[in-house]
Antibody, heavy 120, light 106 residues
Framework: QVQLVESGGGVVQPGTSLRLSCAAS????????MHWVRQAPGKGLEWVAL????????YYADSVKGRFTISRDNSKNMLYLQMNSLRADDTALYYC?????????????WGQGTLVTVSS | DIQMTQSPSTLSASVGDRVTITCRAS??????VAWYQQKPGKAPKLLIY???SLESGVPSRFSGSGSETEFTLSISSLQPDDFGTYYC????????FGQGTKVEIK
């Protein structure tokens, strides 16, 4: 069965960096687009970034453009989110999500999330 | 950027009631709309995609309709397990979510 397991969250100070990981299993990871989505405490869902199946295209929300980088290693079935210059408003639960196509579509599976807290 | 505006933000209904949630897009998104249910402490769960296609395993009391800029999610007969927050999403260009509708059972 499809599994997405995020890791790498934690408590960090403003201005620092963090790399999130998402381990995928139960499907042919290299065939599908993947997203990162975040949810601040008590708030709604906010899209963060998209990467196509072969990493040929990446897209970002304006709120993270220039600070965050989405990447993938299809040989390891891993998705990543490198987060630099973190700010307090980046505090959120970060989900990885799979699309049912190679590029962009809705999410048919989600991980359980990893919590990032940015605080001094 | 495409904005998605949901209404109402909260609703309280009784078991057996028909419930409708509306989502309006700031520009046409054709039928590239999905709906998700999220329960406290859990990841979102896909209910509807392509505006009206029911995801496998989702009860048939859930249905979606609409196109262009106006979309609705309906629950024909509200059940106790249907509490949670519902989000619409456009995926014609990246993703945008509505702000969510919290559904409470009276």
């Amino acid at each position: 069965q499809v599994q997405l397991v995020e890791s790498g969250g934690g408590v960090v100070q403003p201005g620092t960096s963090l790399r999130l990981s998402c381990a995928a299993s139960g499907f042919t990871f290299s065939s599908y687009g993947m997203h990162w989505v975040r949810q601040a405490p008590g708030k709604g869902l906010e899209w963060v970034a998209l990467i196509w199946y072969d990493a040929s295209n990446t897209y970002y929300a304006d709120s993270v453009k220039g600070r965050f980088t989405i990447s993938r290693d299809n040989s390891k079935n891993m998705l990543y989110l490198q987060m630099n210059s973190l700010r307090a408003d980046d505090t959120a639960l970060y989900y990885c999500a799979k699309t049912p196509v190679a590029s962009n579509s809705y999410a048919d599976f989600w991980g359980q999330g990893t919590l990032v807290t940015v605080s001094s | 950027d495409i904005q998605m505006t949901q209404s109402p933000s909260t609703l309280s209904a009784s078991v057996g009631d028909r419930v409708t949630i509306t989502c309006r897009a700031s520009q046409s998104v054709s039928t590239w709309v999905a709906w998700y249910q999220q329960k406290p402490g859990k990841a979102p769960k896909l209910l509807i995609y392509m505006a009206s296609s029911l995801e496998s395993g989702v009860p048939s009391r859930f249905s979606g309709s609409g196109s262009e800029t106006e979309f609705t999610l309906s629950i024909s007969s509200l059940q106790p397990d249907d509490f949670g927050t519902y989000y619409c999403q456009q995926y014609v260009k990246h993703w945008t979510f509505g702000q969510g509708t919290k559904v409470e059972i009276k």
